[in-house]
């Protein structure tokens, strides 16, 4: 029931693009994306609900293949507080409180 | 104090102690949640209450037990824990059935059995 995300780790310099992605084995009703730095609590990002919707945060954007049951991070033209590590969560049914998140994503950003 | 607040931030117990960890959100928020997150392991979710009422234990452990006197406060009572118990606690709300909606999370409680 838990995700999957992939790459494990990813290391960029200042301004290049990544991609984080997620995998689920389940149908999914909506998929949350959320960024935790050292030390500090999780922040979420943005939300994508069943639709197949696209969605975007200043540099950093967001799509939902339901039909793959799949999610994908953009991130573009990095910065260096984007560094931290990325997590998905996915809730599985409409009305469910049961997020849950994948492994994580580690995301470095080198000047 | 707004956002999601969490006391003590860390907490050293022995495994014969009794101990609690407390969660405040000032957000208006419905359903509270606990997690834990351990070294390389992802965020496991262990309770869920809405509305005061729990909706979700995701097959806790008895020494662990939770309580919600009220949509604005999260308790997590601790007894007779193992050193495995050892990890970050974190509590999250979200408005109504999180649909449409973030979690927001406290910044955790660094726990360490001994």
């Known amino acids: 029931q838990q995700p999957v995300q992939s790459p494990q780790a990813v290391i960029l310099r200042e301004g290049e693009d990544a991609v984080i992605n997620c995998s689920s084995s389940?149908?999914?009703?909506?998929v949350h994306w959320y960024r935790q730095k050292h030390g500090e609590a999780p922040v979420f990002l943005m939300i994508?609900?069943?639709?197949?919707e696209q969605k975007g945060h200043e540099k950093i954007s967001a799509s939902f293949n339901e039909k793959k049951q799949q999610s994908s991070l953009y991130l573009t033209a990095s910065q260096l507080s984007y560094s931290g590590t990325y997590f998905c969560?996915?809730?599985?049914?409409?009305?469910?409180?049961?997020?849950?998140f994948g492994q994580g994503t580690r995301l470095t950003i080198n000047p | 104090e707004t956002g999601v607040t969490q006391t003590p931030r860390h907490l050293v117990m022995g495994m014969t102690n009794k101990k609690s960890l407390k969660c405040e959100q000032h957000?208006?928020?419905?359903?509270m949640y606990w997690y834990k997150q351990s070294a390389k392991k992802p965020l496991e979710l262990m309770f869920v209450?809405?509305?005061?009422?729990?909706?979700e234990n995701n097959s806790v452990p008895s020494r662990f037990s939770p309580e919600c006197p009220n949509s604005s406060h999260l308790f997590l009572h601790l007894h007779t824990l193992q050193p495995e118990d050892s990890a970050l606690y974190l509590c999250?709300?979200?408005?109504?059935?999180?649909?449409?909606?973030?979690?927001?999370f406290g910044s955790g409680t660094r726990l360490t059995v001994v």
């Open positions: 209450y809405n509305f005061k009422e729990q909706t």
């Open positions: 957000l208006g928020h419905n359903a």
């Open positions: 999250a709300s979200s408005q109504d059935r999180g649909e449409g909606y973030g979690y927001t």
């Open positions: 389940k149908a999914l009703y909506s």
């Open positions: 969560g996915t809730v599985l049914l409409q009305g469910a409180q049961k997020l849950v």
């Open positions: 994508l609900l069943k639709g197949g």
